[in-house]
Each structure stands twice: as structure tokens, then as C-alpha cells.
């Protein structure tokens, strides 16, 4: 065999057994979740929209800290996160005691879920939030941060 159409079969070879990992395998890198922020597009079955002049319900993991802030409908959030591989666990969620006319239910399904949370999954600039079973229960979409 020719040392040229040798190289050819081998790279061609080599090629063949690459292949993206097994569905539920960690994520090799967590960069695309931290620090993106991360805006609700789907509660459960609910679709979520940004009403005109509205904030977004949002969150966003700190990379520097396991801490996560956002805007959950009504009031400013905060808690913790616990992150390996593609488990992830939120803990000790808090918020300011703010009172809305709406998104009051929107907002208590929002900070409920967060106990729920087993693992989580990007797909393009889609962040999915799954509960131990695999079953979706938040998406988001990652945009640019609002200035403040």
C-alpha cells in the first residue's frame, strides 16, 4: 500500500469513530451556563412573554461564586447553586417582599420550580432546566444583558 493513500484510509478511519457523546452525559464545559443571562421563555407547558416595558423574568449563575440572582416576575431573587457536571441543585432562594398587581402566579410556579431542578441541558443559545426524571420544566434563552 502507498505511504499517501495509507494516511488517506487512516484519517478517513479515524473520522468514522468520532461522534458527539451519549445523550445525559455532563456537558465538558460549563461556560455557556455561567454568567449568561438567562431569560424565561417557558414555564411547564406555559409559554412566557415579555410584556412591552416589562422586565424579564430572568437568572443568571455567577461563575466567580455558586450564587444566582435574577428577576422572577415581581420581585428580585437570589440563592445558591450547586453545579457538577450536569446536575445542578438550587438552595436557599430568596427575594425582596415586593407586592404586584400581576405576575404574582407566574412568579410563585417560577420560584417553585427551582426545588424541582435535578439537571440541566444547553442546546444552541437554549438553557433547559430538568427534573430527575429528564422531563423539561423551565426553558430560557440566553440574551444580552439589559444596561442598567
Not at 22 to 28: D, K, L, V, Y
Not at 61 to 77: I, K, T, Y
Amino acid at each position: 500500500m502507498r505511504p499517501r493513500y495509507a494516511f488517506v484510509v487512516a484519517v478517513l478511519l479515524l473520522g468514522a469513530c468520532a461522534h458527539d457523546a451519549p445523550p445525559g452525559t455532563a456537558p465538558t464545559t460549563t461556560s455557556q451556563l455561567l454568567g449568561t443571562y438567562w431569560k424565561l421563555t417557558q414555564l411547564g407547558d406555559q409559554v412566557i412573554t415579555t410584556p412591552q416595558g416589562a422586565r424579564e423574568i430572568h437568572i443568571v449563575l455567577n461563575p466567580d461564586n455558586p450564587r444566582v440572582a435574577g428577576f422572577s416576575g415581581c420581585n428580585q431573587m437570589m440563592g445558591g447553586y450547586v453545579l457538577n457536571g450536569d446536575t445542578l441543585k438550587f438552595d436557599q432562594l430568596a427575594g425582596t417582599l415586593m407586592a404586584c398587581v400581576s405576575g404574582m402566579d407566574i412568579e410563585r410556579k417560577f420560584l417553585a420550580m427551582f426545588g424541582q431542578v435535578a439537571r440541566w441541558k444547553i442546546e444552541g443559545e437554549t438553557l433547559t432546566l430538568l427534573d430527575a426524571d429528564g422531563r423539561p420544566l423551565a426553558v430560557f434563552g440566553a440574551r444580552p444583558q439589559p444596561a442598567s
